[in-house]
């Protein structure tokens, strides 16, 4: 699957004169190279077995570096392919949406590479199991999204992305740390011998260390309060594209990283540490939904939300429990789902007002953009976890976790999370609706100006995957359920 957009990736080294010398024809060839992603990776899904979630499936495996252990190790069970199905899915979206809005500051084959590349290492992510090789992909996702706000974001650009690879680099040395703390206390470099040991063979002090050191490393990716200062700026000054995939996908690599990896290779750390990653949770939730209502920008608000919703997927994750961690990853694919679609409603606002204000912008947007102004209002519904749609079920089964976490986990402290994190959830209903009051309903602006243009064909088709995946997963969250309950058992060593 990662073979197809490396080798669209490196057509793009291809001289202009002799490959594509249109900016069109660009986008178009990577639009269908991400088509062909899309395609394998639903393929992937109609060839693996759903009786048998916990076992990792269509693996490729193969020395690499057979002198220090190393493998190219690659599979997917119930908890990465529903990632992976996401990530080629958002990849597609965005490059069928650059069809008719690319980015301004053209170099538009710098940028579908770049997008290639980032696809590459988020798939890499999502199917390694190689200790290192996981690593290697972790990283390779860092300079494609620096470049892409660097060189197509707004005014604050340099700023912004400065701050991402710094805070990113921070946390990618400390969790290098932690995975080879683990590594060589176990002997191996393969996540799936260490995932079924169950921390055997690591002493507890070891354990209570490398925890610490990938948690901060995956926090930073998460992100989770209060390493989450370089999300805002990196979020508003991204492109469109770099914002859709920036929190409907990169985002998902600090938590996945926490199941994935940290949780099942030290879990005697992980009961050490839990009490204080749900309380940097419950702060994260309720810091996010204050700093929301406090944003007059609407691309600024959208990620601070993100800061709020992710502490819901961390406080599931820190009950240690199978509920807990199975509303982790059903919030990280309602996320995804929902947040892309609002980034690309605020490019789209942008698009046709010239800015994301919401002071600026004034009232009135479902009289004079009734199309968008109605979709704008579903994703918001959706986001503040309205029952029927997909971020109903991660916050609420997030909430269950906590109310009963693990039997070891002091369950007065986590009770309290429970609460705050049900204070959380009131105040971004309250940060939502405040913003559609500001901008879809009441009377437009004086003067009102000529009307904006209609939603585009790539708009909506942009748009439309993304409404009827939030719409599935919420009414039927089984479909999902179903695909991670066997591994997060096999997790906590269950049957």
Same mark, same amino acid.
């Given at each position: 699957?990662?073979?197809?957009?490396?080798?669209?990736?490196?057509?793009?080294?291809?001289?202009?004169?002799?490959?594509?010398?249109?900016?069109?024809?660009?986008?178009?060839?990577?639009?269908?190279? /991400?088509?062909?992603?899309?395609?394998?990776?639903?393929?992937?899904?109609?060839?693996?077995?759903?009786?048998?979630?916990?076992?990792?499936?269509?693996? $490729?495996?193969?020395?690499?570096?057979?002198?220090?252990?190393?493998?190219?190790?690659?599979?997917?069970?119930?908890?990465?392919?529903?990632?992976?199905? &996401?990530?080629?899915?958002? +990849?597609?979206?965005?490059?069928?949406?650059?069809?008719?809005?690319?980015?301004?500051?053209?170099?538009?084959?710098?940028?579908?590479?770049?997008?290639?590349? &980032?696809?590459?290492?988020? @798939?890499?992510?999502?199917?390694?199991?190689?200790? *290192?090789?996981? %690593?290697?992909?972790?990283?390779? !996702?860092? @300079?494609?999204?620096?470049?892409?706000?660097?060189?197509? #974001?707004?005014?604050?650009?340099?700023?912004?992305?400065?701050?991402?690879?710094?805070?990113?680099?921070?946390? /990618?040395?400390?969790?290098?740390?932690?995975?080879?703390?683990? =590594?060589?206390?176990? #002997?191996?470099?393969?996540?799936?011998?260490?995932?079924?040991?169950?921390?055997?063979?690591?002493?507890?002090?070891?354990? @209570?260390?490398?925890?610490?050191?990938?948690?901060?490393?995956?926090? !930073?990716?998460?992100?989770?309060?209060?390493?989450?200062?370089?999300?805002?700026?990196?979020?508003?000054?991204?492109?469109?594209?770099?914002?859709?995939?920036?929190?409907? *996908?990169?985002?998902?690599?600090? +938590?996945?990283?926490?199941?994935?990896?940290?949780?099942?290779?030290?879990?005697?750390?992980?009961?050490?540490?839990?009490?204080?990653?749900?309380?940097?949770?419950?702060?994260?939730?309720?810091?996010?939904?204050? =700093?929301? &209502?406090?944003?007059?920008?609407?691309?600024?608000? @959208?990620?601070?939300?993100?800061?709020?919703?992710?502490?819901?997927?961390?406080?599931?994750?820190?009950?240690?429990?199978?509920? #807990?961690?199975?509303?982790?990853?059903?919030?990280?694919?309602?996320?995804?789902?929902?947040?892309?679609?609002?980034?690309?409603?605020?490019?789209?606002?942008?698009?046709?007002?010239?800015?994301?204000?919401?002071?600026?912008?004034?009232?009135?947007?479902?009289?004079? =953009?009734?199309?968008?102004?109605?979709?704008?209002?579903? =994703?918001?519904?959706?986001?503040?976890?309205?029952?029927?749609?997909?971020?109903?079920?991660?916050?609420?089964?997030?909430?269950?976790?906590?109310?009963?976490?693990?039997?070891?986990?002091?369950?007065?402290?986590? !009770?309290? %999370?429970?609460?705050?994190?049900?204070?959380?959830?009131?105040?971004?209903?309250?940060?939502?609706?405040?913003?559609?009051?500001?901008?879809?309903?009441?009377?437009?602006?004086?003067?009102?100006?000529?009307?904006?243009?209609?939603?585009? $064909?790539?708009?909506?088709?942009?748009?439309?995957?993304?409404?009827?995946?939030?719409?599935?997963?919420?009414?039927?969250?089984?479909?999902?359920?179903?695909? +991670?309950?066997?591994?997060?058992?096999?997790?906590?060593?269950?049957?």
């Amino acid at each position: 699957m990662m073979a197809i957009p490396l080798f669209g990736a490196l057509a793009m080294l291809v001289p202009a004169d002799r490959f594509l010398r249109t900016g069109f024809a660009v986008r178009a060839f990577g639009t269908g190279v /991400s088509a062909a992603t899309l395609l394998v990776a639903v393929s992937a899904l109609t060839a693996f077995d759903f009786g048998d979630t916990s076992r990792t499936q269509l693996q $490729a495996n193969w020395a690499w570096a057979p002198a220090i252990g190393l493998r190219f190790h690659l599979g997917a069970d119930g908890i990465s392919l529903p990632l992976v199905v &996401l990530t080629a899915l958002l +990849t597609f979206l965005c490059f069928l949406y650059t069809l008719r809005h690319p980015p301004e500051g053209g170099m538009i084959r710098l940028l579908t590479a770049l997008l290639l590349v &980032l696809e590459v290492g988020l @798939i890499g992510t999502f199917t390694a199991l190689d200790l *290192v090789l996981f %690593f290697v992909f972790f990283e390779t !996702v860092l @300079i494609p999204m620096y470049v892409v706000i660097m060189l197509w #974001g707004g005014a604050g650009r340099r700023a912004a992305a400065t701050k991402f690879i710094l805070y990113t680099l921070l946390g /990618s040395g400390l969790l290098l740390a932690g995975m080879l703390l683990v =590594a060589v206390n176990a #002997g191996t470099l393969d996540m799936v011998q260490l995932a079924a040991r169950h921390g055997a063979g690591v002493s507890r002090g070891v354990q @209570i260390t490398a925890f610490a050191l990938m948690g901060i490393g995956f926090a !930073v990716k998460a992100p989770m309060w209060p390493l989450h200062t370089w999300l805002p700026d990196a979020h508003t000054e991204a492109p469109t594209v770099g914002s859709v995939l920036l929190a409907g *996908v990169l985002l998902k690599m600090g +938590t996945y990283g926490l199941v994935r990896v940290a949780l099942p290779l030290a879990p005697d750390g992980a009961q050490v540490w839990a009490p204080w990653l749900g309380l940097l949770a419950v702060i994260g939730i309720v810091y996010g939904a204050l =700093a929301c &209502l406090a944003q007059r920008d609407l691309k600024r608000m @959208i990620a601070y939300s993100s800061v709020g919703h992710m502490g819901f997927v961390l406080l599931g994750i820190a009950s240690l429990t199978p509920v #807990g961690v199975n509303a982790a990853l059903f919030g990280n694919i309602a996320h995804g789902l929902i947040t892309g679609l609002l980034f690309f409603l605020a490019g789209a606002v942008k698009d046709r007002w010239g800015s994301t204000d919401m002071d600026a912008l004034g009232g009135g947007m479902l009289g004079r =953009a009734p199309r968008l102004a109605s979709v704008l209002t579903f =994703a918001s519904v959706a986001s503040l976890g309205l029952p029927g749609l997909a971020g109903f079920w991660g916050e609420m089964l997030a909430m269950v976790g906590a109310y009963r976490p693990h039997a070891d986990l002091p369950r007065t402290a986590f !009770v309290v %999370f429970m609460a705050v994190a049900g204070i959380g959830a009131l105040l971004t209903a309250g940060y939502f609706l405040r913003m559609l009051a500001k901008i879809t309903h009441g009377p437009a602006p004086e003067p009102a100006g000529p009307a904006p243009a209609a939603v585009t $064909a790539q708009e909506y088709a942009a748009w439309v995957p993304l409404i009827a995946l939030t719409l599935l997963v919420g009414l039927w969250p089984k479909t999902l359920l179903d695909v +991670t309950a066997a591994p997060v058992r096999a997790l906590f060593g269950g049957g």
